[in-house]
């Protein structure tokens, strides 16, 4: 099996991928949000796709991107390549306090799977 094909027989993260690799910099979700958050406000959290840019070709794009904070779905975006941008910014309220979570993003290549990203938030 080549490698490429081998990564869609996982859902491919930091940890289970070579760190220093252009494909791996290429799909791992980013999330950006701040590391504190206070229960009952909105914060904006925004996911990218890769720290270096993705093609976004007919031919090769990210189809979509699903947001979890632990296994909790919390919503998902489907993209058109070349028209739009595998870029998303959620509102996000925690109405829980004391958490210590990891908000998850998972996207999906046509051409090298699943990734996913995490980012640690705490709550108060
Ligand atoms: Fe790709």
């Not at 999330?31 to 504190?36: D, L, S, W, Y």
């Not at 947001?67 to 489907?78: K, N, P």
């Not at 999906?108 to 709550?123: D, I, P, S, Y």
Request: proline fraction near 6%; charge should be negative; charged fraction near 25%.
């Amino acid at each position: 099996m080549s490698d490429e094909k081998a990564l869609f027989c996982k859902l491919n993260t930091l940890e289970n991928a070579d760190k220093d690799s252009p494909v791996t910099k290429k799909h791992v979700p980013v999330i950006t949000v701040p590391p504190v958050l206070k229960t009952g406000e909105f914060y904006d959290v925004k996911i990218t796709v890769g720290e270096m840019e993705h093609p976004n070709e007919n031919e090769h794009f990210i189809q979509w991107i699903e947001f979890y904070i632990g296994s909790v779905y919390l919503g998902r975006f489907d993209f058109a390549p070349v028209m739009t941008k595998p870029e998303i910014t959620i509102p996000l309220k925690l109405s829980h306090s004391g958490l210590d979570s990891t908000l998850r993003a998972i996207s999906r290549c046509n051409r090298h799977g699943l990734w996913e990203g995490t980012a640690q938030v705490k709550t108060e």
